[in-house]
């Protein structure tokens, strides 16, 4: 079934009709975005243009309770969402509850991309138009409670998208390659820069196609789809960083599900 992507907040902040005036109290749910004119918002992030006038996109938290921020004008109360449970067996216990050098390459690793989505560079564009990287299936939406060998675990804040070992992956938007790496948990990963506190990573590759500093433009691969890391068998993990919040990457393409 094809979710629609006029989803409740995209209505009340009237983010895809910038014609209309956007009310300045909002409620959206958790880890979505809101569309804002930048000049009420007085805010710094990423910037997208229509009609030659200015609009701010901003990323809003995983929240487990009702939350609410200002920015600027703006007053915008953030609702709670359940996405559903995942529950996934690994049998390599190390992966599970790793050694202690393991567990500090993992921190280190979690510091490293921490520290380059806090990052602001320069935007490719001042659009917020997206492709899927992988133009399959969802196999595990964003935002499950995560349960591993019964034990419960963080929520999964990625999109995973179905893919056969060697399958391309390709740029979803024009930017820097920041990271392609070796890491513990998620493998074979990239990071791309889009510029104005917007980022988007792949984990779990089978092969880069790219390296450190590259430029991609949309459409343009990356990599492969892989299983390495800890992982049950080959897809792409795919997450997205909007001014240092993870968002739902479900909102910005349009695929289906594996199952409803």
């Not at 901003?58 to 995942?86: C, D, H, M, R, W």
């Not at 980022?199 to 892989?226: K, P, W």
Request: with cysteine.
């Amino acid at each position: 079934m094809r979710r629609s992507l006029l989803v409740s907040i995209f209505l009340s902040s009237c983010a895809l009709n910038l014609e209309n005036e956007i009310p300045l109290s909002l409620i959206a749910d958790s880890s979505s975005f809101v569309i804002l004119e930048l000049n009420r918002a007085k805010q710094e992030g990423y910037i997208i243009t229509k009609d030659k006038k200015k609009y701010l996109v901003y990323g809003l938290p995983y929240v487990a309770k009702e939350q609410s921020i200002n920015l600027g004008e703006y007053n915008i109360t953030i609702k709670p969402k359940f996405f559903g449970e995942s529950r996934i067996e690994i049998s390599d216990t190390n992966l599970v509850s790793p050694k202690l050098s393991d567990q500090e390459r993992a921190s280190a690793e979690y510091l490293k991309v921490k520290k380059i989505v806090s990052g602001k560079s320069s935007q490719f564009d001042n659009n917020f138009n997206f492709i899927s990287p992988v133009d399959t299936i969802i196999t595990s939406k964003f935002g499950k409670r995560r349960y591993i060998n019964n034990n419960p675990r963080s929520p999964h804040m990625a999109l995973d998208i179905r893919g056969a070992v060697g399958k391309e992956i390709v740029a979803p938007k024009t930017g820097k390659v920041l990271m392609a790496e070796q890491h513990f948990y998620g493998g074979k990963k990239i990071i791309l820069d889009h510029g104005g506190g917007l980022f988007t990573a792949y984990s779990h590759l089978n092969e880069f196609e790219v390296e450190e500093g590259d430029i991609v433009t949309q459409g343009d691969i990356i990599g492969y789809v892989g299983m390495t890391g800890r992982v049950t068998g080959p897809h792409l993990h795919w997450e997205v960083y909007l001014n240092e919040e993870r968002i739902n990457p479900e909102l910005l393409v349009d695929l289906e599900y594996a199952q409803d």
